[in-house]
T-cell receptor, first 117, second 112 residues
Framework: GAVVSQHPSWVICKSGTSVKIECRSL??????MFWYRQFPKQSLMLMAT?????????EQGVEKDKFLINHASLTLSTLTVTSAHPEDSSFYIC?????????????FGPGTRLTVT | LAKTTQPISMDSYEGQEVNITCSHN???????ITWYQQFPSQGPRFIIQ???TKVTNEVASLFIPADRKSSTLSLPRVSLSDTAVYYC?????????????FGKGTRLSVIA
């Protein structure tokens, strides 16, 4: 199956700093990418949907000025957590969707563990 | 998107067949049923997808009755490595922008 990578796999940052997480689709073109957040023992929570070259659509309750999403190409999307605080510590997972032979498939990255101290 | 209901947790012994049922009473005509597996600190992994009747692949089977209001994921002869959270998702995933919205999932524990 298709591969989606995330970088970094884990990051520790100080409160007030910004962190950028990259999501790449390695062997297919992702027309749409999704960002999720997952707290311990909980399910994945959809944060936003982004299409290449367009502004991201954020879910209710997700601050677009805090979680900046850029989808500049068909293989790369970035999530920047600005002015991070300890409550932003979580597991962030991206997902990429693309069409092969007219059928859309969706694949998930391995996730990025963010710890804000 | 159709809401799904699954058991919160299940236990099984190694070598047994495990069946996890998901209810989706409000499934729409264009909706597919997809199951994902997630291990701790990893992204979800696709297991199987179906629209109706029965689908089988190398790791699982998916049974969908005629009314499509529920589905059952069947894992044959589970091993300790099948301990994970299993998510049932329903939606029109073959259109480009429809996101996968996760419910609470079923935490499967396989015991030796």
């Amino acid at each position: 199956g298709a591969v989606v990578s995330q970088h970094p796999s884990w990051v520790i940052c100080k409160s007030g700093t910004s962190v950028k997480i990259e999501c790449r689709s390695l062997d297919f073109q992702a027309t749409t990418m999704f960002w999720y957040r997952q707290f311990p023992k909980q399910s994945l929570m959809l944060m936003a949907t982004s299409n290449e070259g367009s502004k991201a659509t954020y879910e209710q309750g997700v601050e677009k000025d805090k979680f900046l999403i850029n989808h500049a190409s068909l293989t790369l999307s970035t999530l920047t957590v600005t002015s991070a605080h300890p409550e932003d510590s979580s597991f962030y997972i991206c997902s990429a969707r693309g069409a092969t032979s007219g059928v859309y498939e969706q694949y998930f990255g391995p996730g990025t563990r963010l710890t804000v101290t | 998107l159709a809401k799904t209901t699954q058991p919160i947790s299940m236990d099984s012994y190694e070598g047994q067949e495990v069946n996890i049922t998901c209810s989706h009473n409000n499934i729409a005509t264009n909706d597919y049923i997809t199951w994902y597996q997630q291990f701790p600190s990893q992204g979800p992994r696709f297991i199987i997808q179906g629209y109706k009747t029965k689908v089988t692949n190398e790791v699982a089977s998916l049974f969908i009755p005629a009314d499509r209001k529920s589905s059952t994921l069947s894992l044959p002869r589970v091993s300790l490595s099948d301990t994970a959270v299993y998510y049932c998702l329903v939606g029109d995933f073959h259109s480009g922008n429809t996101p996968l919205v996760f419910g609470k999932g079923t935490r499967l524990s396989v015991i030796a």
